[in-house]
């Protein structure tokens, strides 16, 4: 492959995500087209005068490097069946989504055999980090692909990390969602049990941001929680995606996860209620009815 800048950038998936980080893109200069399985998505960037693909296949053949980002491994498994029906010789894509590695595999393999490079390139971070261009990239792949990458990625993250090879990028994502889901149930269930032993809510979120456990993702989430705003910024369905993918990979590698199982149950008691749109933070909800608080 060789190492010219990258200048016309496709991305295929305007979800939360896809959307802000292809905004990025075009602000920071690069030619940017874009497609959605739901065309409805493509609008705002029509309004903005940038190309809508009518099919994947004419975006693979109109860029260089193609960013995929959508919801899953029968999802990112279409897209590529898709992209790899036409040569992808000397084209880079950068899958961005959050899938299992048998997925990210064997999208890894037929991209090669289309003539493309392929980095897994899972982000941590939701839609505030996604709109300011300050996620970070926990990337899988070639040092030289993703060095012709970086300015690409730089324009939409405030962080890349090279985590090895290609599906370390993917295994790195994973581990981060179990602390991630955890962390965030955690925090929940300390608020119901707060309340329920007479602490105010407020003087116990307060008190945690005031310690030795204060990080940005804590206040952040607190704040929303005490103002009851579970505005989707990362989607409860999304986790439990992730949680499954991290429960079945366990599974594969004998790793003993009792503490994310029993976690995954109380979000699948979310989902259940029909919460799966909303936040993460959503499942304090479930957690507030199984405590016997009013609604």
């Known amino acids: 492959m060789h190492n010219t800048p990258l200048k016309h950038i496709g991305f295929i998936g305007l979800g939360i995500m896809g959307r802000a980080m292809a905004f990025n893109a075009a602000r920071a200069g690069f030619a940017v087209t874009v497609t959605n399985r739901s065309p409805d998505k493509t609008i705002p960037f029509a309004e903005q005068g940038i190309p809508v693909a009518a099919t994947i296949q004419d975006l693979a053949k109109a860029c260089e490097a193609i960013v995929i980002m959508v919801t899953g491994p029968e999802a990112l498994d279409e897209v590529v069946h898709a992209l790899t029906r036409v040569p992808l010789t000397d084209k880079v894509i950068i899958n961005c989504s959050t ?22 390139a ?8 996604a709109e300011t261009a ?11 692909t993703l060095e012709r990458c970086h300015p690409l990625l730089a324009a939409m993250g405030s962080t890349i990390l090279h985590c090895g090879p290609l599906g370390d990028g993917t295994r790195m994502k994973l581990a981060v969602n179990l602390m991630l889901a955890n962390t965030l149930h955690a925090l929940s269930e300390t608020l119901v049990f707060a309340e329920k032993i007479g602490l105010d809510r407020r003087a116990v979120a307060n008190a945690i941001n005031s310690g030795v456990m204060a990080s940005p993702l804590l206040k952040m989430k607190s704040d929303a929680m ?3 705003d579970f505005a989707p910024h990362f989607p409860l ?13 366990a599974g594969k590698n004998g790793a003993v996860l009792p503490a994310t199982s ?6 699948n008691s979310a989902m259940a209620h029909g919460r799966g749109r909303e936040d993460i933070g ?3 909800q479930t957690l507030e009815l199984m405590s016997g608080f009013k609604p």
């Open 262 to 267: 029993a976690v995954r149950e109380s979000f």
């Open 226 to 228: 005490l103002k009851r």
């Open 282 to 284: 959503a499942v304090l």
């Open 122 to 129: 899972p982000v941590s971070g939701s839609k505030i980090p």
């Open 134 to 144: 300050k996620l970070v990239f926990l990337v899988g792949g070639d040092a030289n």
């Open 99 to 120: 899938v299992s590695l048998a997925a990210t595999l064997a999208a890894g393999a037929a991209i090669a055999q289309a003539g493309g490079s392929c980095l897994d």
């Open 237 to 249: 369905d999304l986790v439990f995606k992730d949680i499954n993918l991290i429960l079945d990979e």
